[in-house]
C-alpha cells in the first residue's frame, strides 16, 4: 500500500458490504434497498472508497480490491464464495 498520508486507508466493514455488491453488479439503489440504507449514503460510502483506494471509478475498485484479497499464486475465487451477510427483517 502507498505511504501513509495521514489519511486512514484501510476499508471500513460497510465500505466492503458495499464494494462487494458493486463487484456483483448492483445499482447504488439497490445496494441502497438492500442494505437499508439511503442511496446517498451509497454514494458517500463509494467516495470513500475510491478515496482510500486513490481509484476513479467502481470498475478500479473492484479490480485493485479483487487482486488486493487474494494471495499471490491463487485462482480468483468466484464471487458466489464471498460471504453474504442474513438478510435483515
Not at 470498475?59 to 442474513?86: C, F, N, Q
Request: aromatic share 4%.
Amino acid at each position: 500500500m502507498a505511504k501513509n498520508d495521514g489519511h486512514q486507508r484501510t476499508l471500513t466493514t460497510r465500505e466492503w458490504e458495499i464494494l462487494e455488491r458493486v463487484a456483483r453488479g448492483m445499482s447504488n439503489s439497490a445496494i441502497a434497498s438492500c442494505l437499508g440504507i439511503s442511496e446517498g449514503t451509497v454514494r458517500n460510502h463509494l467516495t470513500h472508497v475510491f478515496d482510500k483506494l486513490r481509484v476513479a471509478s467502481r470498475h478500479e475498485a473492484v479490480a485493485l480490491a479483487y487482486h488486493a484479497s487474494r494471495p499471490v499464486g491463487m485462482p480468483p475465487r468466484p464471487l458466489e464464495t464471498l460471504e453474504t451477510p442474513p438478510a435483515s427483517t
